[in-house]
């Protein structure tokens, strides 16, 4: 079964995805919403690849050289062994900086024997939309394309240049390497310094996870998780992706195919505050300075989603061209839903901001920013909260009260008032309590629906919804309330498929609902635990993990039938959910332990 068998490569700047075989499929240079370089992964025959291919049958075996993000795939023909090293260099320089060159490292190491092999080097620059022509120079292969734009890649080898362009067999006798660059190198690249940045990037990323906590329960899979994460945040603005890939679709066949190479303030602030709690500040810092540079003005509304380097216009397009994964068109870049009104967003980012001055009170910057966009928000919130939106699934259709964005305004009076008493600003607290509790009152006399005996999708609506069960993770209700009780209890009847959930199962702009969402089944295994059905929440837990392909990593979808993985890949909001799931599990035996010990 196809269940999206890639691995990801990254360095904070852009990634790459590479194929159970090892065929470089993805990847886009020199940022992560460039045009692609290597698009097989949307068409197989014009997307073009990078594939090391082995002479004769063999075992592949793939996994991450662990507690990084260096993916090794390993060949094995009898006597004949080699292991190709892929990443994308990252280090730290002597003023502090960081090294993260828009390249890609591909390492070959000989283990024994005298493998033989053909390598197909076939880049299709901007997306494949013209011919891109090679030319072999004295240090390097160039490859170039100037019909629709002109764009160059460089390919820097230890290997016979000719007999790869031309796919002669090539037998590999010792350590070979493969640096695939969008700029040309002024020092000319050899093994020896292609094994030292082997080893660099390997450091960096075991320093990275050292200061990540170690959890008593699933440790391995969180730190893959936190990883991959890591890997979908930008440096150089502090904006994080949703995902890696574009037009990968919820189902195949059909046309709910998305670019999400951008920075939706939702999935990023959920991620950001994920990340915090493993202890990496740094990237929380960023991430607000990214949105403090996105709000100048004090009355300025939040989009929904930016570039990554803060770009407002994400013109959607689709590239006809391109068959699309599986056939599945169309391949599209940019994303209309920039345009849309969600008012969720504010609740969620004034949630990540009162936890970073809670958690780093005497270590934050621009306090006084903060809390003009904390002002702001309430400002924002306060004329708008009762307005219709288009809700955290971004219906293209009619706008409607959805529930989770009246329950995420109440969360942006909440935080914005905890955070007037750690600033001692008295004078707004009264004035925001009460508004507080206008929109309380409101949530409990429209979104709660007493013939189902659960609050509902909208406001007069009788469907359910998965991201109602929210409501408890951000201290809306509690969670042995019985009303949270019961909708946990309705949403398991009523949208649960053989353990998986649909985020809704009434119809949307695009018909039925035919995958899971694969972050709603981690919500509802979160909230069975907090009911106190913890048993039962591990079971779904351990099964959901069974779904992750080969090295653990998830999409944004699963299919209910066959349990593959599909959507855009490896997506941040499946694996921030992950970890919060697995955090949840490691503390209850901890602290079971604990009064273990005590007694």
Not at 209 to 237: C, G, H, Q, W
Not at 424 to 430: S, W
Request: with cysteine; net charge negative; charged share 25%.
């Amino acid at each position: 079964m196809d269940n999206l068998n890639y691995g990801i490569i990254g360095n904070c700047r852009s990634a790459a995805l590479i194929s159970k075989e090892g065929s470089l499929d993805w990847c886009c240079l020199p940022e992560f919403d460039s045009t692609s370089i290597f698009a097989k992964l949307l068409d197989e025959k014009k997307g073009g690849s990078f594939e090391i291919i082995p002479q004769g049958e063999c075992t592949i075996h793939q996994e991450y050289f662990q507690n990084t993000a260096i993916l090794v795939t390993r060949f094995t023909q009898g006597d004949d062994v080699f292991e190709v090293h892929d990443f994308m260099p990252r280090h730290h320089k002597m003023n502090g900086k960081y090294m993260a060159p828009p390249e890609i490292i591909r390492f070959v190491k000989h283990i024994s024997g005298k493998p033989k092999v053909v390598v197909k080097y076939d880049p299709k620059l901007e997306y494949a939309m013209g011919e891109t022509k090679h030319f072999i120079k004295k240090d390097f292969i160039a490859s170039i394309t100037h019909e629709m734009k002109y764009d160059t890649l460089f390919l820097y080898t230890s290997i016979h240049k000719q007999s790869i362009l031309d796919g002669k067999v090539i037998t590999l006798e010792g350590d070979e390497y493969f640096l695939i660059c969008y700029h040309e190198k002024i020092l000319r690249p050899t093994t020896e310094k292609m094994a030292l940045e082997l080893e660099r990037t390997k450091v960096y990323w075991l320093d990275w996870v050292d200061k990540t906590p170690t959890y008593k329960k699933f440790n391995n899979e969180i730190i893959r998780s936190a990883i991959t994460l890591k890997m979908l945040t930008y440096d150089k603005t502090g904006a994080v992706l949703a995902a890696a890939t574009t037009s990968l679709p919820e189902t195949i066949g059909e046309v709910r195919n998305w670019d999400y190479r951008f920075c939706w303030i939702r999935d990023a602030s959920m991620v950001i505050k994920v990340v915090s709690e493993l202890g990496h500040k740094n990237s929380a810092k960023r991430f607000l300075q990214f949105i403090i540079d996105l709000m100048p003005d004090k009355d300025e509304k939040l989009q929904i989603m930016y570039g990554i380097n803060k770009e407002k216009n994400l013109t959607e397009i689709s590239l006809d061209h391109l068959e699309g994964y599986q056939g599945s068109k169309p391949v599209r870049i940019g994303n209309a839903a920039y345009m849309q009104k969600q008012n969720d967003i504010y609740g969620i980012l004034m949630d990540v901001i009162y936890e970073q001055i809670r958690s780093f009170s005497n270590d934050i910057e621009n306090v006084e920013e903060l809390w003009s966009i904390t002002k702001g928000i309430v400002w924002i919130v306060g004329n708008h909260w009762q307005e219709p939106d288009k809700g955290i699934w971004e219906f293209r259709g009619e706008d409607r009260h959805f529930t989770f964005s009246k329950v995420l305004c109440w969360v942006a009076l909440d935080r914005a008032i905890k955070v007037a008493k750690m600033f001692g600003k008295t004078h707004k607290i009264e004035k925001w309590t009460g508004l507080e509790q206008q929109i309380k009152e409101d949530i409990h006399k429209n979104a709660w629906n007493p013939d189902i005996n659960a609050f509902v999708q909208s406001y007069g609506s009788r469907h359910l919804d998965a991201s109602v069960l929210l409501m408890e993770s951000y201290g809306f209700i509690h969670a042995r309330d019985p009303k949270f009780v019961n909708t946990v209890k309705a949403i398991e009847e009523g949208l649960s498929n053989d353990g998986l959930l649909y985020r809704y199962k009434n119809e949307d702009d695009f018909g039925l609902p035919s995958s899971s969402f694969t972050i709603c089944t981690f919500w509802f295994i979160n909230s069975l635990f907090k009911i106190g059905e913890e048993e039962k929440a591990l079971e779904h837990f351990e099964r959901l993990l069974g779904y992750s392909n080969h090295l653990g990593l998830f999409s944004e979808d699963i299919d209910f039938k066959t349990k593959r993985l599909l959507g855009n890949m490896p997506q941040a909001y499946s694996h921030l959910a992950l970890i919060e799931c697995a955090i949840n599990f490691s503390r209850k035996e901890s602290d079971e332990q604990i009064l273990e010990s005590i007694s």
